[in-house]
């Protein structure tokens, strides 16, 4: 089997991370080895912290694109569910893997501020969280991704990207 990359974007609290864990859980039950790398799980578990100004984004995204291109390249199918607020990111990732699939979870900031479990968009609002994509911090939407995909729980969406990786 080949390796592919996904990469899953949208605003923070659109539903990446649960869209992320669903099309990991199908590509494991159709036999795909798989590696989910979820931006908030892995910016964790990087030392030092990247930072969230501009440049740390930046190489932030880089890092992850570089490691699931790595992983891809072993056959692997990597799921990189991470908001990349800027299409510089995005393209950054096309070019480590050229045959990226983009899947943008297209929900509305007020939908996602009203389902905020972490009150980032709250605390933004406040003035106690600065750049926060969607909240003082443009968010730049992708102009063509190849799946858009209505909240994290988005069957169809899941079933598009399966699609796709079969040569659908």
Excluded at 52 to 73: E, I, K, P
Excluded at 89 to 99: E, L, M, T, V
Excluded at 129 to 154: K, N
């Amino acid at each position: 089997m080949s390796g592919a990359v996904v990469w899953i974007d949208g605003l923070p609290s659109a539903g990446k991370s649960t869209l992320g864990a669903r099309l990991a859980s199908r590509l494991r039950q159709e036999g795909r080895p798989v590696l989910w790398l979820d931006g908030d799980q892995v910016r964790g578990a990087l030392e030092p912290a990247p930072g969230f100004d501009s440049a740390g984004r930046q190489a932030f995204y880089l890092t992850l694109a570089r490691l699931a291109a790595l992983a891809a390249a072993q056959g692997l199918v990597a799921v990189v569910s991470a908001t990349s607020s800027r299409r510089s990111h995005r393209d950054a990732a096309r070019r480590q893997w050229p045959g990226l699939v983009e899947v943008f979870v297209d929900v509305p900031l007020v939908e996602c501020e009203r389902r905020d479990p972490k009150g980032l968009y709250a605390r933004a609002r406040r003035g106690d969280l600065a750049g926060l994509p969607g909240a003082g911090e443009r968010f730049e939407p992708p102009e063509a991704p190849d799946v858009r995909a209505r909240g994290g729980e988005d069957a169809d969406a899941v079933e598009e990207v399966l699609a796709r990786l079969r040569g659908g």
